[in-house]
């Protein structure tokens, strides 16, 4: 069955330091590629998403992610992380053309930055 | 463009009763989908429509159910609730559902 795997359930950075957060799928066929953020009291929203083409994408509030085919992973990255970037950010995959036709998460890693 | 809607956005059931939550997808998006955000669980698919028709649904008891009317707004049906219902349920409509979901802010469902 297909999978998404995010490795790390909490990460405490503090302040300008940089972020690296890891999700890797089970599949091998074509995929699309998203990252969700969860702000504390607030609804999902799309961070950014990959579909074909430059495999670094750039999303809003400075993220970006790499696509590595090889490796079935496509981690999201900031530079210099801010107290307000303090959220649950979700991995997500759609199986292209699958039959279960529906995103499929990880099971989320909640970020909090120290001030 | 008015976003996902959902309703009610808080709700307290007792153990054994039914509940209906229900979601209006953004206008021209035909396809709505339900998850539930349990505690440390992530979201779990729970079911998808398109044009009315349930296309697929997830690994959850025949309890959990739904429909889509001909406006593409959709309710869940959840019945003899159990403690463990207690979750944010979540609704996201699309165009196409290869393309990424737009989210509702959800419906807090806690069972008592």
């Known amino acids: 069955a297909q999978s998404v795997s995010q490795h790390n359930h909490h990460v405490i950075l503090s302040e300008a330091a940089s972020l690296e957060l890891g999700c890797n799928y089970s599949?091998?066929?074509?995929?699309?590629l998203f990252w969700y953020v969860q702000y504390p009291g607030q609804h999902l929203q799309l961070l950014l998403k990959?579909?074909?083409?430059?495999?670094l994408v750039k999303g809003i509030k400075g993220f970006e992610a790499e696509f590595i085919k090889s490796k079935f992973s496509f981690n999201l990255r900031k530079p210099s992380v801010q107290w307000s970037d303090t959220a649950e950010y979700f991995c997500?995959?759609?199986?292209?053309?699958?039959?279960?036709?529906?995103?499929?998460f990880g099971k989320g890693t909640k970020l909090s930055v120290k001030p | 463009e008015a976003g996902v809607t959902q309703s009610p956005t808080h709700l307290i059931k007792t153990r054994g009763q039914q509940v209906t939550l229900r979601c209006s997808p953004i206008?021209?998006?035909?396809?709505v989908y339900w998850y539930q955000q349990a505690l440390g669980l992530g979201l779990q698919f729970l079911l998808w429509?398109?044009?009315?028709?349930?296309?697929n649904r997830g690994n959850f008891p025949p309890r959990f159910s739904g429909r889509q009317f001909p406006n593409y707004s959709s309710e869940l049906n959840v019945n003899a609730l159990e403690l463990e219902d207690s979750a944010l349920y979540l609704c996201?409509?699309?165009?196409?559902?290869?393309?990424?979901?737009?989210f509702g802010s959800g419906t807090r469902l806690t069972v008592v």
């Open positions: 996201a409509s699309s165009e196409d559902r290869d393309y990424g979901y737009t």
């Open positions: 599949y091998g066929g074509t995929v699309n």
């Open positions: 990959y579909f074909s083409g430059d495999p």
């Open positions: 997500a995959v759609s199986f292209y053309g699958g039959s279960q036709g529906n995103l499929i």
């Open positions: 206008s021209g998006h035909t396809s």
């Open positions: 429509y398109d044009e009315g028709e349930e296309r």
